[in-house]
T-cell receptor, first 111, second 115 residues
Framework: DAKTTQPPSMDCAEGRAANLPCNHS???????VYWYRQIHSQGPQYIIH???NNETNEMASLIITEDRKSSTLILPHATLRDTAVYYC????????????FGTGTRLQVTL | SAVISQKPSRDICQRGTSLTIQCQVD?????MFWYRQQPGQSLTLIATANQGSEATYESGFVIDKFPISRPNLTFSTLTVSNMSPEDSSIYLC????????????FGEGSRLTVL
């Protein structure tokens, strides 16, 4: 699986959009981009994933660049409950392929 | 989504002992994984628990230290054997759905402290 690079930490004011970047310059054509988050003392939670098109669900939006070498997770209106570590992961579409977590970005949402 | 129950949620263990962690899922799932999260670190995959056959271990993890069972599609156990303080971690069970798309559901984890 391709490696990802994320900033170690970010701050965001409550109510503002949180834009979390991820670099995956070695991604291959059959690899998806996944985002998970881990709130303190809880198991990781799936957020969203995509292949090449932008995706949106009730939690977030995922913007993938045209060359697929980077992506941005957008939390449109961050709240204090969004404070967590956010992991960007790339994974092959093979059914047996597992998820490998990197170090993630620690997002702190402040008042 | 799947609801995952792990037992114990936390435990304090003595050096040299072994502890078995149970993972129960409320539905049949194809893929089950065991992860370890050491203090302040990210998650590291230990192994894939295969139903009806031996688990598939990642580099750095061996069956003698982390034996895994998966007797059916809703249950798995991970044993941490001959524990040392370096084994103090959170151990997490995760599952994929009937059709594994990479979306994983995680239990709340089992926090082990080895003295």
């Amino acid at each position: 699986d391709a490696k990802t690079t994320q900033p170690p930490s970010m701050d965001c004011a409550e109510g503002r959009a949180a834009n979390l970047p991820c670099n995956h310059s070695t991604i291959s054509g059959n690899e998806y981009v996944y985002w998970y988050r881990q709130i303190h003392s809880q198991g990781p939670q799936y957020i969203i994933h995509g292949l090449k098109n932008n995706e949106t669900n009730e939690m977030a939006s995922l913007i993938i660049t045209e060359d697929r070498k980077s992506s941005t997770l957008i939390l449109p209106h961050a709240t204090l409950r969004d404070t967590a570590v956010y992991y960007c992961i790339v994974r092959d579409t093979g059914t047996a392929s597992k998820l490998t977590f990197g170090t993630g970005t620690r997002l702190q949402v402040t008042l | 989504s799947a609801v995952i129950s792990q037992k114990p949620s936390r435990d304090i263990c003595q050096r040299g002992t072994s502890l078995t962690i149970q993972c129960q899922v409320d539905s049949q799932v194809t893929m089950m994984f065991w992860y370890r999260q050491q203090p302040g670190q990210s998650l590291t995959l230990i192994a894939t628990a295969n139903q009806g056959s031996e688990a598939t271990y990642e580099s750095g993890f061996v069956i003698d230290k982390f034996p895994i069972s998966r007797p059916n599609l809703t249950f798995s156990t991970l044993t941490v054997s001959n524990m040392s303080p370096e084994d103090s971690s959170i151990y997490l069970c995760s599952v994929g759905g009937q059709v594994y798309t990479g979306e994983l559901f995680f239990g709340e984890g089992s926090r082990l402290t080895v003295l």
